[in-house]
Every structure is written in structure tokens, then in C-alpha cells.
């Protein structure tokens, strides 16, 4: 069992700055990404960014270049840094942990991000 918990979610003006964080507890052993979703209102859920346990990472194409994800091995905490956000950045972002063995995928609450001048 892995538990998540996201902060850091506000709103902020275009071209602003914010920085998510999701702890967490549990097997932490067992997983093996760990990453940020993001589903605004009647869409699906997308992958923003993820890192393997080695600290390889993935950016979606729409924020490459302008987030950066890194996570603290020590206090068990993943980042989401945020910059130049833009209105369609408005979101709710979840935390996800990916599991091999078994396979399975932990999500958090989710914090909401808004964009909006």
C-alpha cells in the first residue's frame, strides 16, 4: 500500500509560479514511478510528467521546458515546479505512484491549479 498527498494547488496569473508536492508513506520500496496528472473539467486524465526510480523523466509536450519534476528520496517527496503557467494549465493535478510488482497505480486527492487573471 502506497498513500499520496498533494498541496501546493492555489491560484496564480498567467505567467506565474507554483510548486506541488505530494508525500509520500507506506511501500515505498514497491514503487517504481512516480508522476503528475492533470484533468480539467470534461476531459480526460493526462500525464503532465514522471520520473523512474533512477531519475529518468518524461514531459508532456505542452509543458516541456516550463515544469520540472524531481522528488526527495530522503523525505519521500515528489515536486512539480511550475513556471510561465498559462491559462490552460487550469487543472486539477494528481499525484500517481506506479507499482511493478504487483502492478498498480496509487493516485492522490488531487490539488486544483488555476490559471487566471
Known amino acids: 500500500q502506497v498513500q499520496l498527498v498533494e498541496s501546493g494547488g492555489g491560484l496564480v496569473q498567467p505567467g506565474g509560479s507554483l510548486r506541488l508536492s505530494c508525500a509520500a508513506s507506506?511501500?515505498?520500496?514497491?514503487?517504481?514511478?512516480m508522476g503528475w496528472y492533470r484533468q480539467a473539467p470534461g476531459k480526460q486524465r493526462d500525464l503532465v510528467a514522471r520520473?523512474?526510480?533512477?531519475?529518468?523523466?518524461i514531459y508532456a509536450d505542452s509543458v516541456r521546458g516550463r515544469f520540472t519534476i524531481s522528488r526527495d528520496n530522503a523525505k519521500n517527496i515528489l515536486y512539480l515546479q511550475m513556471n510561465s503557467l498559462k491559462p490552460e494549465d487550469t487543472a486539477v493535478y494528481y499525484c500517481n505512484a506506479h507499482t511493478i510488482i504487483p502492478e498498480y497505480d496509487y493516485w492522490g486527492q488531487g490539488t486544483q491549479v488555476t490559471v487566471s487573471s
Open positions: 520520473i523512474s526510480r533512477g531519475g529518468n523523466t
Open positions: 507506506g511501500s515505498m520500496s514497491s514503487i517504481y514511478t
